[in-house]
Nanobody, 119 residues
Framework: QVQLVESGGGLVEPGGSLRLSCAASGNIFSSNIMGWYRQRPGKERELVAGASSGGVTNYADSVKGRFTISRDNAKNTVYLQMNSLKPEDTAVYYC?????????????WGQGTQVTVSS
């Protein structure tokens, strides 16, 4: 099992910045992907950004150039630096860890943290 604890959400004005953190503990495989998803009101959950244990990152087109994902592997922590925030970034943000094994993927989710972008 993997436990995820998120922090860093809140209310910010348009154009502002927030940094989300997610600390993972438990049985984390050496091959894994740590990432962030979000669920906007009335929408399905979507990938925001991911970072693999091999150093590969990927981003949703809507956040490229504004958000940066990073990992501290020694602390099993993943961060999401969000700059130039827009009202449409308002959502519940979920941390995700995928433990990878040949032929199988094990998904773990945080409890979610609210990000509200509003003036």
């Amino acid at each position: 099992q993997v436990q995820l604890v998120e922090s860093g959400g809140g209310l910010v004005e348009p154009g502002g910045s927030l940094r989300l953190s997610c600390a993972a503990s438990g049985n984390i495989f050496s091959s894994n992907i740590m990432g962030w998803y979000r669920q906007r009101p009335g929408k399905e959950r979507e990938l925001v950004a991911g970072a693999s244990s091999g150093g590969v990152t990927n981003y949703a087109d809507s956040v490229k150039g504004r958000f940066t994902i990073s990992r501290d592997n020694a602390k099993n922590t993943v961060y999401l630096q969000m700059n130039s925030l827009k009202p449409e970034d308002t959502a519940v943000y979920y941390c995700n860890v995928k433990n990878l094994r040949i032929g199988a993927t094990y998904d773990y989710w945080g409890q979610g943290t609210q990000v509200t972008v509003s003036s």
